[in-house]
């Protein structure tokens, strides 16, 4: 056995530092299965050096082809000689066993005390295997479903030799400007919660030592989503009540579920970036929620310190950096090159190393990687579990269930299976790339199935497929953007006479998969290109359209929902795209999903969400019509297009006897509510059962309207079931500006519907 492989290949027996016997190095440590792991992590502290310490603070991007030569000049000669010499903790981007394993084996069989790396990557919504885009999954609202979907991400990307994601993205936002809206929940911050959850624990499982699990990451900490006009790597202001009640719940929600990594944000907050906030990373996260995990740094966002004007040189910001408590350096380079000075020189006290290199440690003993440092890299179980025909079952499921149904009148939908002649229009409609979303580096190009291949399924119809006018593809994941002409009309004529001869028209529009995703952000989310056009042309010949979205944000499609019968929010739907399309279109699946984000009217009624503060002179004031000064637009009403919370179904369901077990309550009693839900249509169908509640007096102005609670029912047609909710001091409280949870006498209303546009309401006192 090569003795610099020895530390992974111990014999766990006693917790004790052992000296050296003649077929030992000195360095071999042996420890006791049944010890916790912080004394194995405590026992290897004592035996490292201060330089080897801080590589354990480092992380580096794949630098080489790892099957290749070894680098030998630049940049990645440094890394290489960091590589061998125990100074890298982490690598991420690297990605299949032979790759993983490859640069595993340096690290530990080169190293001095061969501490194994933790293998990153972007494992966002899949890894070969593509579920929908976060945001389309969140309009699932179904947490099991959200559950599995990481499940499969996990296995698939632990079967490549990756142990370590960089998801969820719990960042509430209510800019669908911003391009990253994509890969979080929307704007709520109980459903974002509910769904941060189900990620954790569909990534980490209930034993993360388990070779199918990953450890997951809760990025961007904090309030990232509120950056300013939706613009990517902007500034953030906004106050503590919103930092406090919107913001970070997501956030808390990820610690509660043993999220092992947290990943800080690229803004400010109160005038300091994240990556130096103390407030954030050591007085909330590790100290008040006692976040037992470690803190990486975004992308070189240490070295982006100086460029915030927050640290005067490198050598400041890695004080400041880990003076905050982030705790690992991704590519700034920062850490392994002035670290060891600042210590030596009293700046920095080694305790904080001392305390990152535990949390990095710990949780490399938690993934199993001193037990087997090659546990991820097992080539055939890559052949068998990377897309393994169970996984493509499973986003299939997941992606019917995001699909939301915004419009349909005269029963447009479902389409006949038979007898009819339809024409498919738009570039998206015969798109194998754009439905894999943004996020899926390492999928391949391509392979997503598209509208035109789900449709041509089925049989029964005449189907005809015109592409009309090109999409923006944008920029591909790290390359500029691609030049295609959008304006060209040449083929709107060939789209037209198909949809002139057509009894039905399916038009898929939106944006392309590039189009959303981080740094596309966009000050116009109307349809790109001419699409617009094109619908409106159409429409002129037939006006039997069913429009199908497909995109990675809310669009302002005003025209759309005046004009056109029939509207389906599509998303970018992952692998089985098409298939979860056309299953819907055609009736073989009743659309259940409900909208996660509110879509405006119009680009200035951004930002637009549910939950808003009632003022002084609030937006529903109908006291006075006639009144000009109360909080409205003088050109658009101020109601969104669709609400948060909106879905429709090929059935319809009827809300009646909302009741609470009494009338006044304490502080520390369970509040029963009750409600009975019907199917009054002809088709089964499944429903989300949606509670809000309304504190209308408190010390600090709360929402109009905040959900507390959502239920997934499925209804044959005529029956009715009771669906009973539960409200406490949990639910009931939030938090003061100091960031302490609060819970105050009062009177509460309560509302109950399928969308945040409730039907039903009633009111309680909390003594």
């Not at 190095?25 to 310490?53: G, H, W």
Request: with cysteine.
């Amino acid at each position: 056995m090569n003795i610099k492989f020895k530390f992974i290949t111990y014999i766990i027996v006693t917790i004790t530092f052992m000296a050296c016997t003649d077929n030992q190095n000195e360095d071999t440590i042996i420890y006791s299965k049944i010890d916790p792991i912080n004394k194995k992590v405590d026992s290897l502290i004592k035996i490292m050096t201060l330089r080897e310490k801080i590589g354990q603070m480092n992380q580096y991007n794949g630098f080489w082809d790892v099957t290749g030569p070894v680098p030998n000049e630049g940049d990645a000669e440094e890394k290489y000689e960091h590589l061998k010499n125990g100074l890298v903790g982490s690598m991420l981007s690297v990605r299949g066993t032979k790759a993983v394993k490859a640069v595993q084996k340096i690290a530990v069989e080169e190293s001095r005390l061969g501490i194994p790396l933790i293998i990153g990557f972007d494992v966002i919504h899949g890894y070969k295997t593509l579920s929908p885009i976060p945001l389309a999954e969140a309009a699932s609202w179904d947490l099991e479903a959200i559950e599995k979907s990481a499940q499969v991400a996990a296995a698939e990307a632990s079967a490549a030799g990756i142990n370590w994601t960089f998801a969820p993205m719990v960042d509430i936002s209510r800019d669908p400007r911003w391009g990253r809206v994509m890969e979080g929940a929307g704007e709520d911050p109980f459903l974002g919660s509910k769904i941060a959850t189900a990620r954790v624990n569909g990534f980490q499982g209930d034993d993360l030592s388990k070779p199918n699990t990953i450890a997951a990451c809760a990025k961007h900490f904090a309030a990232y989503g509120f950056s300013e006009a939706g613009k990517e790597y902007n500034t953030v202001d906004i106050g503590s009540s919103t930092l406090h009640n919107m913001a970070l719940p997501p956030f808390k929600a990820a610690v509660d579920a043993n999220v092992k990594t947290f990943m800080n944000a690229f803004n400010e907050y109160n005038g300091v970036p994240a990556t130096g906030n103390k407030y954030l990373l050591r007085d909330i996260l590790k100290k008040k929620w006692d976040f037992k995990g470690f803190v990486i740094s975004d992308w070189a966002s240490i070295k982006e310190l100086v460029v915030w004007g927050y640290a005067q040189d490198n050598k400041d910001a890695a004080k400041m950096a880990a003076i905050a408590g982030s705790d690992m350096d991704m590519e700034s380079h920062i850490y392994v090159h002035e670290l060891e000075q600042l210590v030596k020189d009293g700046v920095i006290e080694e305790s904080i190393i001392d305390d990152a290199v535990r949390r990095i440690l710990t949780v490399k003993f938690e993934l199993g990687l001193f037990d087997d440092p090659y546990r991820y890299c097992d080539e055939t179980r890559e052949k068998e579990v990377v897309n393994s025909p169970k996984h493509l079952d499973a986003v299939l499921d997941i992606a019917k269930k995001s699909i939301v149904l915004l419009k349909n009148e005269n029963n447009l939908l479902p389409l006949k299976k038979e007898g009819q002649n339809i024409a498919l229009i738009g570039a998206l409609a015969n798109e194998k790339n754009s439905p894999l979303g943004s996020w899926r580096i390492a999928s391949k190009d391509n392979t997503g199935v598209s509208v035109l291949e789900g449709m041509q399924e089925y049989k029964g119809n005449d189907l005809v497929y015109k592409k009309g006018t090109d999409v923006t593809v944008g920029p591909t994941q790290f390359v500029n953007e691609i030049e295609i002409n959008t304006a060209d009309k040449s083929e709107f004529k060939d789209a037209i006479n198909a949809a002139k001869a057509a009894d039905v028209v399916v038009m898929v529009l939106g944006e392309h998969g590039f189009q959303s995703g981080e740094a596309r952000s966009r000050t116009d989310i109307n349809l790109p290109g001419v699409q617009q056009e094109l619908l409106e042309e159409v429409y002129k010949v037939n006006k039997n359209i069913v429009l199908v979205l497909n995109n990675g944000r809310p669009l302002t499609i005003n025209w759309a929902d005046e004009h056109i019968p029939a509207i389906v929010e599509a998303w970018q739907l992952g692998t089985q795209a098409g298939h979860a399309i056309a299953q819907v279109l055609y009736g073989d699946y009743n659309p259940s999903g409900k909208l996660p984000m509110t879509f405006p009217r119009n680009i200035g009624q951004i930002p637009i969400y549910y939950n808003y503060k009632n003022t002084g002179r609030p937006a529903s004031d109908k006291n006075n019509p006639s009144l000009v000064f109360w909080s409205h637009y003088s050109d658009v009403e101020n109601t969104p297009l669709y609400p948060f919370g909106h879905g429709l179904s090929y059935t319809t369901f009827k809300y009646e006897n909302l009741a609470l077990n009494k009338a006044i309550f304490n502080s520390d009693e369970d509040i029963n509510i009750s409600v009975e839900v019907s199917n009054t249509g002809k088709v089964t169908g499944k429903e989300v059962v949606q509670l809000y509640i309304r504190d209308l007096v408190a010390s600090v102005t709360r929402p109009v309207k905040e959900l507390k609670g959502f239920e997934l029912i499925k209804l044959a047609p005529g029956e009715t079931k009771t669906v009973n909710f539960v409200l406490n001091k949990e639910t009931l409280g939030f938090y003061s500006n100091e960031g302490n949870f609060i819970i105050e006498p009062g009177t509460f209303q309560i509302f109950v519907g399928g969308s945040s546009y409730t039907i039903l309401d009633t009111r309680f006192e909390l003594k």
